[in-house]
């Protein structure tokens, strides 16, 4: 990963949280790993782990929905992620996206990009950056003014520590679409997430009742009966596909081979390796 080094104190801060978080994070199988760096006059150059590619990616080769199957694997990696970088590290993921969750062809899933993760406070992530605006958490109308402070009573999967922004996340990954797609601003996007009752599956798809329920509870509009990290993972459908076997390798390798990735355009184009 090479960043660019700029005069721009907030986007040094952005540099230095990444580096910081990956490096401190070796011990957990559900990050990226980094393996060295090295820094110039003008760069900061970060060795890590080849992935395959990232959700986003992997959502446009298919141009259609994943299966549950998989999505069960990755939210039990995604899940565990965020739970260790909050208990052992006291940092809340603020950015989790279909492009900041990597996957392999040894069926890995990964957690990446930490520049605007925030550090916890009192209970709080002293942050101003909230991420990507289509994936914030559904916090309640009453808890918008904190100002990206992720309050540790409420919960968006990236901005506190319950389940909310990465829910939508997978609702837009199960679906094959963004929840909020015809949207044409962020300002719009987040009107609609606090005037609007949150996405849910569409039971027509065939999705399990377990997962159905996860998303519900994950999308509480009342942040204070939201879920927190710890209580997801005693939830049916975590618990399920933390011990069912399911050979996502077998089925990225099948994906990136009988399809081809998306040019930044929107077409189609060769396959490359994706760093993270």
Excluded at 45 to 54: P, S, V
Excluded at 78 to 99: M, Q, W
Excluded at 118 to 142: E, I, N, P, Q, W
Aim: include cysteine; charge should be positive.
């Amino acid at each position: 990963q090479q960043m660019r080094r700029s005069g721009n104190r907030e986007e040094n801060k952005r540099i230095l949280m990444d580096l910081d978080v990956v490096l401190k994070s070796h011990d957990c199988p559900y990050i990226v790993q980094c393996f060295g760096t090295f820094i110039t006059n003008t760069d900061v150059f970060i060795a890590m782990e080849l992935m395959g590619t990232c959700a986003e990616k992997l959502k446009k080769r298919i141009q259609g929905p994943i299966p549950e199957r998989i999505l069960g694997k990755m939210t039990v990696a995604i899940v565990k992620a965020l739970l260790y970088l909050k208990e052992k590290h006291g940092v809340i993921h603020r950015d989790v996206k279909p492009s900041n969750i990597l996957l392999d062809e040894r069926g890995q899933v990964k957690l990446c990009d930490f520049g605007i993760s925030g550090r916890l406070v009192d209970s709080k992530a002293k942050t101003r950056s909230a991420g990507c605006a289509a994936y914030m958490a559904v916090r309640g109308h009453g808890d918008m003014g904190t100002r990206g402070h992720g309050d540790m009573g409420t919960w968006g999967w990236g901005h506190g520590d319950h389940g909310g922004c990465a829910a939508y996340m997978v609702v837009e990954l199960a679906t094959g679409q963004f929840p909020y797609q015809n949207c044409k601003t962020d300002f719009e996007v987040l009107t609609k997430v606090l005037q609007e009752d949150p996405p849910l599956l569409p039971p027509a798809m065939g999705f399990s009742g377990d997962f159905q329920a996860f998303v519900r509870d994950c999308l509480t509009k009342d942040h204070r009966k939201r879920p927190k990290y710890n209580k997801l993972l005693e939830h049916t459908f975590i618990k399920r596909y933390e011990t069912l076997e399911v050979d996502v390798a077998t089925w990225f390798k099948d994906v990136m081979a009988r399809t081809e990735s998306p040019r930044p355009g929107g077409g189609l184009g060769h396959h490359l390796p994706f760093f993270t």
